[in-house]
Every structure is written in C-alpha cells, then in structure tokens.
Antibody, heavy 121, light 106 residues
Framework: EVQLVQSGAEVKKPGESLRISCKGS????????LSWVRQMPGKGLQCMGR????????DYSPSFQGHVTISADKSISTAYLQWSSLKASDTAIYYC??????????????WGQGTMVTVSS | DIQMTQSPSSLSASVGDRVTITCRASQTVSNYLNWYQQKPGKAPNLLIFAASSLEGGVPSRFSGSGSGTEFTLTISSLQPEDFATYFCQQSYSIPRTFGQGTKLEI
C-alpha cells in the first residue's frame, strides 16, 4: 500500500524549534516530489513548499520562504519540515502530500494523515 | 500568485440531489485544475485531476469540467457520505494555490 505516515502531534512554546516528519512507503520515494501543506484551524489549505527527494532541490511559496525549512533523506524515505523559532501563528495541521506528475496532469495523489502543531505559552 | 475562488462557500442539499460547485481562477490555469474532498479530521482526498479525469476508486457520480479560468465539480446524486468540504487547486504555476473551500451539508 502506498502511504505517507507523519509524526505525531506536537505542543511547543513560542521561540522553540521543531522538526516534523513524513515517511513514505509502498513506492520509490525518490521518484516523487513531496509538498507540505498548512491548514490553520477551521481554514483552507496553503502550499508551503516542496522538495524533490532525488536531489533535495526545494522551492518555497513566498509566504513561507525564510520561515520554514524543508529537507529529505531518501535513504530512509523521509521528508521533514522544520522551524527554528515557532510563533503562535504557526498553530495548524501540517500535511505532506505526494506530487503525481505527468505530461498532462499534476496533482497531490497521496496525503499523510496530518500533524497537529500547537504553539502556546 | 493565482487566486482561486470557489462558490458557493457553503451549500445545503438533500440525498439524491445534483450539486454543482464552481471554481474560478484569477488567470488561466489551462486544465491544470484538481478537486479534493476533505472530511472532518481527515486529510484531503483527490477526486478529480486535470479538470475532468476521475481519480481511481472515486465513485462515478463525481465529475469535473472546464478549462482556462472556470471549472465545475458536479455530484450527480448526493449520497450521505458526500458530506464534506471540497477544494479546488491549480497546478499550473508556483505556488500551487487552493480555493477557500465549499462546505457541503446534507
């Protein structure tokens, strides 16, 4: 079964650092880009950035550039999203999603279950 | 960024109804438009890709159409399990952007 399994919920204080993970299985991890998507409480979906696990090339949405770091270790089929200094406004559910790309389509076909991050003093 | 606008934002309907949700892009996205369903407490699930292609395992009562800047998602005969929020998403340019969602209440 193709799946993405994310790390568990986190409760942090403002200013703390955090890294959450997303482990792929059932497919060749390096062959598919992974994106991170934020969903703030009761809100919509925002793409934060993405990574090509084959070479760790990343690009970020302008709104998130400089605020988070995306990385991956293809040897263990795992991607990461990290913050060096969390803010209360980072409180959200974070999803990883696999990009399925063809010459005529480009969609997120597999999603992780989500990681809830709560930042509160 | 390409802005995606869905209408309506919420919709009440009955089992068996035909429902249509509209998604408009602020500039052309060709046919690089996808639809997702999200149920409470769950991750989004891909329903339609490339504007009109049904994802494997998705019931045939779901269909998509459109190109350029205007798209629709249609559910031909609503079932109780279709209670969910639906999002459109463009994959034409970076950053990928989603519509604000349409909450469908049965």
């Amino acid at each position: 079964e193709v799946q993405l399994v994310q790390s568990g919920a986190e409760v942090k204080k403002p200013g703390e650092s955090l890294r959450i993970s997303c482990k792929g299985s059932g497919y060749t991890f390096a062959n598919y880009w992974l994106s991170w998507v934020r969903q703030m409480p009761g809100k919509g979906l925002q793409c934060m950035g993405r990574i090509d696990p084959s070479d760790s090339y990343t690009d970020y949405s302008p709104s998130f550039q400089g605020h988070v770091t995306i990385s991956a270790d293809k040897s263990i089929s795992t991607a990461y999203l990290q913050w060096s200094s969390l803010k209360a406004s980072d409180t959200a559910i974070y999803y990883c999603a696999r990009r399925r790309y063809t010459s005529t389509s480009d969609a997120f076909d597999i999603w992780g279950q989500g990681t809830m991050v709560t930042v509160s003093s | 960024d390409i802005q995606m606008t869905q209408s309506p934002s919420s919709l009440s309907a009955s089992v068996g109804d035909r429902v249509t949700i509209t998604c408009r892009a602020s500039q052309t996205v060709s046919n690089y438009l996808n639809w997702y369903q999200q149920k409470p407490g769950k991750a989004p699930n891909l329903l339609i890709f490339a504007a009109s292609s049904l994802e494997g395992g998705v019931p045939s009562r779901f269909s998509g159409s459109g190109s350029g800047t205007e798209f629709t998602l249609t559910i031909s005969s609503l079932q109780p399990e279709d209670f969910a929020t639906y999002f459109c998403q463009q994959s034409y340019s970076i950053p990928r952007t989603f519509g604000q969602g349409t909450k469908l209440e049965i």
